[in-house]
């Protein structure tokens, strides 16, 4: 049975919310595999962070890792195509840490390539009716450090790697905040792990913006 971990983040910045983390528990809720759902809220700071990822990946020993986390000016579900390997934060963590400058794995590369099959997951939003658009940028806060230190983890190895950013839920962000329905977080979610379970290899398709 193939394992698949899903990860969300807690709330961050005075949020009182996190939708990547409200999405990931709703996932989980109505998962029906066959396949193995693993779920966890990581915490919003750097280093906490991708330890917590590293012991899940040690106890759980997943086939396919996917990180979701908030991006609170984006109007669309983005899966992220690239990591890299940069900690630049503009504001502290949740523990108060702000690196500048810092890799997330030292003498780790410069950056590397989601193993997801990142444009079949914007397809199949699509299909769905979830608005989407590939990124190509995670940008240097905590969801790049995770989305990196899990491929770094996978690098060599048969596990798959990669992250989708998702807008505010409705009525949860800031006044004028892009969002979109609740409902639709959950379900692109969903969407990302079936066709990650699904798909060996991406399409071909032209598409990606950085933003």
Not at 34 to 54: C, G, H, K, S, Y
Not at 140 to 147: E, K, L
Not at 164 to 173: E, Q
């Amino acid at each position: 049975m193939r394992t698949v971990l899903l990860t969300g983040f807690e709330p961050f910045a005075g949020d009182a919310v996190n939708p990547s983390g409200d999405a990931v528990r709703a996932v989980a809720a109505r998962w029906s595999g066959p396949e193995r759902l693993v779920t966890d809220i990581l915490p919003v700071a750097f280093d906490a962070a991708t330890a917590r990822l590293a012991a899940l990946l040690e106890q759980h020993r997943p086939d396919i890792v996917i990180g979701a986390g908030l991006a609170g000016g984006r109007a669309t579900v983005t899966p992220e195509r690239v990591a890299v390997n940069l900690a630049d934060a503009r504001i502290p963590d949740n523990e108060g840490h702000r690196p500048q400058d810092a890799p997330v794995v030292d003498g780790g590369p410069a950056a590397y390539f989601a193993t997801l099959p990142v444009k079949a997951i914007d397809a199949a939003l699509a299909e769905h009716g979830i608005p989407s658009s590939v990124s190509h940028t995670a940008g240097t806060f905590v969801c790049n450090a995770v989305m990196y230190a899990a491929l770094h983890a996978g690098a060599g190895t048969s596990l798959r790697a990669g992250f989708v950013h998702v807008p505010w839920a409705d009525g949860s962000g800031p006044d004028g905040a892009p969002s979109l329905p609740f409902d639709l977080l959950v379900d692109a979610l969903e969407v990302a792990v079936r066709v990650s379970l699904g798909a060996e290899a991406d399409i071909d398709a032209v598409g990606g913006e950085i933003s």
